[in-house]
């Protein structure tokens, strides 16, 4: 898949097979907008991977962006469970992975001259993503995966937020949503030797949320999502990467009266992975905001553990 495997410079073995796999899938982060690397990566069908990751994020933001605080400060410290399955659907590369997401979060803001303060301890929202490339990276086993040349891979996938977070009626902050949402997404990349670049584009699709405090309806407009990022790769197996999202948050109503102004929020990071044995990797990852129009500024940085079995 990377130059490695493609280049007679370098022998085929297991275990380069294995790093490669290793350190292509993404760790989602909790809560914000997703900078996922290597999500439509080319890897060899049946394999298995187990991460656990430890983040935390500082700064203006909630759960769910549709809702902003202006004077808000959130510090969320978070553990995500993650799995992913690679297999063959008509010979072609899928991917199903699942997310489950639990969070502690302690807040405050200013309101009326005066400091409120809360905390919220629970599980947040389940995302499962499935995911099939077109073309690029047909569905192989793992003999036959170290001959393939790596063509550009254009992909699709789906998203789905499942309500599975702690949530109160009564609150406007939650560690869930209380609601469905839908990803349709298509992804594109390229190998160049070294280099690795990557852009997704997608639409977030919501159900309304019915009990917003308490009785109240919530709806929301779509919002719009663009990632771009580009890795280079050393050949120790260690890589390096930028990554950037764009996202454009749809209108929220309340009772059909408008809520919030759209938002636009501009983010970039960086993401770092090195191999620690043959089927073992460490990844750091940080991102911040550039640029928002509705105060949502928040930091948020992300170490994950991530281990291969077939």
């Not at 950037?244 to 929220?252: F, I, L, M, P, S």
Request: aromatic share 14%.
């Amino acid at each position: 898949m990377f130059y490695q495997l493609n280049k007679p410079l370098f022998p085929f073995t297991k275990l380069k097979i294995i790093l490669t796999i290793l350190i292509c899938f993404p760790f989602l982060s909790v809560f914000g907008q997703d900078l996922e690397p290597r999500v439509y990566a080319n890897v060899p069908k049946g394999i298995n991977v187990l991460a656990v990751g430890y983040g935390f994020i500082t700064g203006n933001v909630l759960t769910d962006p549709a809702l902003p605080i202006k004077d808000f400060k959130l510090n969320t410290q978070n553990i995500g469970v993650n799995y992913i399955r690679s297999f063959s659907i008509a010979k072609k590369l899928a991917r199903v992975q699942v997310s489950l997401p639990f969070a502690d979060m302690q807040g405050k803001l200013i309101q009326n001259g005066e400091e409120i303060t809360g905390s919220r301890s629970g599980m947040a929202d389940m995302r499962i993503r499935f995911g099939i490339n077109l073309t690029g990276s047909p569905a192989l086993d793992r003999k036959d995966f170290r001959q393939y040349q790596q063509k550009a891979i254009f992909g699709v996938s789906l998203v789905t937020s499942v309500p599975t977070g702690r949530y109160y009626e009564d609150k406007i902050i939650n560690l869930g949503n209380n609601r469905w949402a839908f990803k349709p997404e298509i992804g594109v990349s390229r190998r160049f030797t070294h280099l690795y670049a990557e852009a997704y584009f997608g639409t977030w699709f919501y159900t309304d949320n019915t009990e917003y405090l308490t009785n109240k309806v919530l709806k929301q407009n779509p919002t719009v999502t663009l990632q771009a990022h580009a890795s280079y790769y050393f050949k120790n197996q260690m890589w390096v990467g930028f990554n950037t999202n764009w996202y454009k948050v749809g209108e929220t109503r309340i009772d059909n009266v408008p809520l919030t102004k759209i938002i636009n929020d501009w983010r970039v990071g960086a993401t770092f992975s090195a191999p620690i044995s043959k089927a073992q990797s460490l990844r750091l990852q940080f991102h911040t905001g550039l640029m928002s129009n509705l105060g949502l500024n928040y930091d948020s940085i992300t170490l994950a553990y991530q281990y291969v079995f077939f």
